[in-house]
């Protein structure tokens, strides 16, 4: 029933560690995003993937490497954890947008992960 | 680049108050706008949209206006409920397959008894 889902929902770990965090839709969309929320809500895209390629790759540094294994999964792997990476990383999903036409490509959010890092 | 810029929080209404949270924006060409909401502990929920200029969004009481002349798309709603408080995110989009948002620093809406 579950449009857009993410796991783990809480993840706790040490600095230096490798984790990764799952992101699935059954949406049928084409395009995947990891956003990034900072301590003051602050929300910031990371990632966007369009039908596996990757198509938006804000400034992120390169410990953060997003998997798109198949069009209704992005994975985002980040090695070598540090004290600012805690945050809560969202996954969300759009259809696709095709041309410069004001088509609305709502993106849908899953819950949520928190990453803290200790 | 793209920018939102939101009034800053948090806001503190009794219920059956009127309420504005104002957001302006910057954006070569013509975004789409949007307001999502995000309820404690959860995600990020798509509370209504505007494609173009003058289009007005409507949902659960709650209206936004595209006004281009001013850049500004404030979300308002007549008679706020304790159900409402939650986080108020104003974002844009330009159009295009890179689909990303950008988003405002979000509004704490708190509605007492």
Redesign the interface.
Known sequence: DTA?SQTPKYLVTQMGNDKSIKCEQNLGHD?M?WYKQDS??????MF?Y?NKEL??NETVPNRFSPKSPDKAHLNLHINSLELGDSAVY?C?S?P?????????????????TRLTVT | GDSVTQMEGPVTLSEEAFLTINCTYTATGYPSLFWYVQYPGEGLQLLLKATKADDKGSNKGFEATYRKETTSFHLEKGSVQVSDSAVYFCALRRPGTASKLTFGTGTRLQVTL
Request: no cysteine; net charge positive; aromatic share 16%.
């Open positions: 857009v395009t995003y003051k809500k602050f929300l910031k895209i966007s369009n198509i938006i969202f969300a759009s696709l947008i095709v041309g410069s036409g004001r088509s609305v490509g709502e993106q849908y959010f899953g819950p949520g």
